[in-house]
T-cell receptor, first 113, second 115 residues
């Protein structure tokens, strides 16, 4: 069964600290993996996308890694800001048109001052 | 407004009533999707459409009806709302591979409460 598991479920960190969110997937075939950020009361917004041949991708203070052999991905947030408080969702696409996405349940990050 | 919009943003209805959630996108994307998001679950696909007049079921289609007479609109109808359909509903669109990628762009969501 295609599944995406994320950990931790929730996380609280102090402003300025770094953190790493984890994503394990059992999806086949594999096309790409995205990390989405979802602010409270809003729709998800794509942060990064990685295909099978890519093992790291950065977007500002966000750096995603992918190990296609172990089927694991991580999202590292550097020097966290209050605005990073959100849910981060790992999404795997098994197909070419991106229609049948497999969503993780998300990690809720709270950044406090 | 450019992008993808949903209306209403909030809706309270009663069990048994028909409810229609609207979704409009200005990009002329081929694909459109409806998801529901509930605590303890990831986003789950209800229905999707590859083009006007082409729709297909997703993971949780029971109790929902969709239509797509125009490329830019993709309404979702709950024919007889039930309490289990209380959720946040997200519409998304996708250009398709020819459009330069497979990123789905999400609307702001509609919070539906069924009493």
């Amino acid at each position: 069964k295609n599944q995406v598991e994320q950990s931790p479920q929730s996380l609280i960190i102090l402003e300025g600290k770094n953190c790493t969110l984890q994503c394990n997937y059992t999806v086949s075939p594999f096309s790409n993996l995205r990390w989405y950020k979802q602010d409270t009361g809003r729709g998800p917004v794509s942060l990064t996308i990685m295909t099978f041949s890519e093992n790291t991708k950065s977007n500002g203070r966000y750096t995603a890694t992918l190990d296609a052999d172990t089927k694991q991905s991580s999202l590292h947030i550097t020097a966290s800001q209050l605005s990073d408080s959100a849910s981060y969702i790992c999404v795997v696409s098994p197909g070419e048109a991106g229609t049948a996405l497999i969503f993780g349940k998300g990690t809720t990050l709270s950044v406090s001052s | 407004d450019a992008g993808i919009t949903q209306s209403p943003r909030y809706k309270i209805t009663e069990t048994g009533r028909q409810v229609t959630l609207m979704c409009h996108q200005t990009w002329s994307h081929s694909y459109m999707f409806w998801y529901r998001q509930d605590l303890g679950h990831g986003l789950r696909l209800i229905y999707y459409s590859a083009a006007a007049d082409i729709t297909d079921k997703g993971e949780v289609p029971d109790g929902y009806v969709v239509s797509r007479s125009k490329t830019e609109n993709f309404p979702l109808t709950l024919e007889s709302a039930t309490r289990s359909q209380t959720s946040v509903y997200f519409c998304a669109s996708l250009a398709g591979l020819a459009g330069g990628g497979d990123e789905q762009f999400f609307g702001p969501g509609t919070r539906l409460t069924v009493l």
